[in-house]
């Protein structure tokens, strides 16, 4: 059972618009949340993340939000760019678990100019 | 600048085959991983390592096994590759201390092997 839950595999979004990305966990232990963005035939890179004792985390035109009662947090990309066009992969981790991360199974966001 | 080298991007190998991939990173981080990356199922944790020598299990770690004999080298090793091992395979590395802000986990460009 994934503990981690992207939802939607793909959004299509028209440039200068927002993209509005969503993860969906299960763990209640999770305390840490990360966003990894990847083109093809890349690895991932980190775009943002955000602790537990925050509901909002903002860099540039990247926020991501942080719903704990939901178990819930979204990315926003505003305004969204061809460029931004990749698949988006939401992790979290667990307090005192190291390094580990469980990852949802992405969201490929295409942004048309 | 971090930098996690996967020595083989793509590789085309048959039912059987012992394959081999090989991941080394430069910056003396304690921790290395390998993933797997398939369509709609993210990123999934094979091993992974947090000192030389050590290894532990992931969530998919069976036909799989790894080796760290040096701390800045990690290897994946598929025994006897078979067609459902066709994948996307990610190793990462990060300092020891856990995932906060400052200390990310890094991924290499990743390894597409093909088993046929």
């Known amino acids: 059972d994934q503990q981690v839950k992207q939802n939607s595999p793909s959004l299509s979004v028209q440039e200068g618009r927002i993209s509005i990305l969503n993860c969906d966990y299960t763990?209640?232990?999770?305390?840490?949340f990360l966003w990894y963005k990847k083109y093809p035939a890349e690895g991932p890179t980190f775009l943002i993340s955000i602790s537990s004792i925050k509901d909002k985390n903002e860099d540039g035109r990247f926020t991501v939000f942080l719903n704990k009662s939901a178990k819930h947090l979204s990315l926003h990309i505003v305004p969204s760019q061809p460029g931004d066009s990749a698949v988006y992969f939401c992790?979290?981790?667990?307090?005192?678990?190291?390094?580990?991360?469980?990852f949802g199974g992405g969201t490929r966001l295409m942004v048309k100019p | 600048d971090v930098k996690v080298t996967q020595s083989s991007r793509y590789l085309v190998k048959r039912t059987g085959e012992k394959v081999f991939l090989e991941c080394v990173q430069d910056?003396?981080?304690?921790?290395m991983f390998w993933y797997r990356q398939d369509p709609g199922l993210g990123l999934r944790l094979i091993y992974f390592?947090?000192?030389?020598?050590?290894?532990e299990k992931g969530d998919i770690p069976e036909g799989y096994s790894v080796s760290r004999e040096k701390k800045e080298r990690f290897s994946l090793i598929l025994e006897s590759a078979s067609t459902n091992q066709t994948s996307m395979y990610l190793c990462?590395?990060?300092?020891?201390?856990?995932?906060?802000?400052?200390?990310?986990?890094?991924f290499g460009e990743g390894s597409w092997l093909t088993v046929v």
């Open positions: 990462a590395s990060i300092k020891g201390g856990g995932n906060r802000a400052g200390n990310t986990i890094y």
């Open positions: 910056m003396d981080h304690e921790n």
């Open positions: 763990n209640s232990m999770f305390d840490y």
């Open positions: 992790a979290a981790s667990e307090d005192n678990a190291g390094n580990m991360l469980t």
């Open positions: 390592s947090y000192d030389v020598k050590m290894k």
